[in-house]
């Protein structure tokens, strides 16, 4: 089976400092695991995604994250937090049969 | 553009009526998804279709249904609206089902989203 905890509900963070949104998951085999991002009143969309390539995905708007099997992680980083990332964030997992599992959400503040 | 459309974009209507929410997947793709987003719920999956056959049920109430037809179009109805029907909802598709195969899968695509007020 599988499932996906994002760890924090919000995070809050200052003007130019680093970003850290994390997410574990549980799958039963080698997963395909996403980022969404969803500004207020937008659809979602997708940052990056990990599909059994390089461990460390590159995406758009400078983020990252690092697939980690051994610790059933894949966290969403970016070095330098801009205002524009204010936002709600989703770490998802593709299951079998074209099954989506969503984690909770984290929404991230972004202070001046 | 992600290459999903859905319609309306806004629908305003009152309670006890009936509304339908159309969704045109990405070309080539063949699953489609229905999520409901609500300020107290959050994101709620309701239902999934594949080439025209449900596929999974998420938290769909009995008042709502949906169907995929032959031109791969789906359409979510929502009767005897309530007060807390009001959301948005979305539609996302996906590419083709690869079952237990293994291989480099493909991510959701969301439309933009129907807004739903019900007063």
């Known amino acids: 089976a599988q499932s996906v905890t994002q760890l924090d509900s919000h995070v809050s963070v200052s003007e130019g400092t680093p970003v850290l949104l994390r997410c574990n998951y549980s799958s039963s085999y080698s997963p395909s695991l996403f980022w969404y991002v969803q500004h207020p009143n937008k659809g979602l969309q997708l940052l990056l995604k990990?599909?059994?390539?390089?461990?460390l995905v590159k995406g758009i708007n400078g983020f990252e994250a690092e697939f980690k099997k051994s610790e059933t992680s894949f966290h969403l980083t970016k070095p330098s937090a801009h205002m524009s990332d204010a936002a709600e964030y989703f770490c998802?997992?593709?299951?079998?049969?074209?099954?989506?599992?969503f984690g909770s959400g984290t929404k991230l503040n972004v202070k001046p | 553009d992600s290459g999903v459309t859905q319609t309306p974009k806004h629908l305003i209507t009152a309670t006890g009526q009936r509304v339908t929410l159309r969704c045109s997947p990405r070309?080539?793709?063949?699953?489609v998804y229905w999520y409901q987003q609500s300020l107290d719920q959050g994101l709620q999956f309701l239902i999934q279709?594949?080439?025209?056959?449900?596929?999974a049920k998420g938290n769909i109430l009995e008042r709502f249904s949906a169907q995929q037809f032959p031109d791969l179009h789906s359409e979510l109805n929502l009767s005897s609206l309530e007060l807390g029907d009001s959301a948005l909802y979305f539609c996302?598709?996906?590419?083709?089902?690869?079952?237990?195969?293994?291989?480099?899968?493909?991510?959701?695509?969301f439309g933009e989203g129907s807004r739903l007020t019900v007063l």
């Open positions: 070309s080539g793709d063949l699953s």
């Open positions: 998802v997992v593709r299951g079998n049969f074209n099954k989506f599992y």
């Open positions: 279709y594949y080439n025209g056959e449900e596929r």
């Open positions: 996302a598709s996906s590419d083709r089902d690869r079952g237990l195969a293994g291989g480099p899968v493909g991510e959701l695509f």
């Open positions: 990990y599909t059994s390539a390089a461990t």
